[in-house]
């Protein structure tokens, strides 16, 4: 569905063969760990997933062009993350994160099937590096941003 189910696997593919030191280990103190990646991981989706539900609720009906999202996969341009969005130490182990991932991805699942997609096409919300994007592009957005940080972790798992 939307991508988001493939690029998922792709992390939970990543992680399955992750030692609880690998998933901890940090290069440096401004490096997230991958625990950590995980955990802002499923801190986006819950915070998106909240965003949608507003927005879906609301009768501001708005359309926007849709916008080059694909480009989130680009790490050459970097976004830090808002404050509340930044991990916490939250996990202990992957298991505990691809747990709490598999959760939050539930819950974006069950808004996606209570709407239809018109109705995420036809809201918008403001990003902070696209501008306004419809919501259906917010849930693509979901992945897109999950294969960023799958390289991220891909680079600290092979830091020397």
Do not use: C
Request: aromatic residues 8%; without cysteine.
């Amino acid at each position: 569905m939307y991508k988001i189910e493939e690029q998922r696997q792709q992390v939970i593919n990543f992680v399955a063969d992750l030692t609880d030191e690998e998933a901890r280990k940090k290069p440096d103190e401004h490096t997230w760990s991958i625990l950590e990646t995980l955990e802002h991981l499923y801190l986006i989706e819950g915070w998106v997933t909240q965003q949608l539900k507003k927005s879906l609720a609301e009768e501001d009906v708005q359309e926007v062009k849709e916008k080059p999202i694909e480009r989130t996969v680009d790490r050459s341009h970097k976004v830090d993350a808002p404050e509340s969005l930044r991990p916490k130490g939250q996990f202990d182990s992957p298991d505990e994160a691809l747990d709490s991932l598999s959760k939050s991805r539930d819950s974006l699942l069950f808004l996606l099937r209570n709407y239809e997609e018109d109705d995420f096409l036809k809201r918008a919300m403001p990003h902070p590096a696209f501008g306004k994007m419809n919501l259906l592009q917010w849930v693509e957005f979901v992945g897109y941003h999950e294969l960023r940080h799958l390289e991220q972790m891909n680079e600290v798992k092979n830091y020397q």
